[in-house]
């Protein structure tokens, strides 16, 4: 819940500066960027692209590699050993029911 709360955030503040920067010109009918306001709607933009398409993927990045580490370490270091592992004999898998299945194993 934490993590999509953090989302809805962080989205509502990268898109919170749109009204800021756009206007609505009925003369042309369409909505133009304020005049004055170039040079920070191109900051916002370089910014916003780079938090997206660059940070965000490295942070997935390092937390799944991090998250390999643990599970390496936790499976060479768990309750059971390596060498002690528990060998399971194949296990012959039909169906010895009373009534007929439609299914077939």
Not at 2 to 13: E, H, N, Q, T, W
Not at 28 to 43: F, I, N, S
Not at 49 to 63: A, D, G, N, Y
Request: hydrophobic letters at 45%; aromatic letters at 8%; one cysteine or more.
């Amino acid at each position: 819940m934490k993590v999509v709360a953090g989302m809805i955030i962080g989205c509502s503040l990268l898109g919170s500066i749109q009204p800021y920067l756009w206007a609505y010109n009925r003369a042309e009918d369409k909505c133009a960027l304020r005049p004055g306001l170039e040079a920070l709607w191109e900051v916002r933009s370089w910014t916003t692209e780079m938090v997206v398409f660059l940070l965000v993927p490295l942070v997935i990045l390092i937390v799944n590699v991090l998250v390999m580490r643990e599970v390496w370490h936790m499976s060479s270091s768990g309750p059971v050993a390596p060498s002690q592992s528990i060998k399971v004999s194949s296990v012959n898998h039909t169906c010895r029911c009373k009534r007929r299945s439609k299914i077939k194993f």
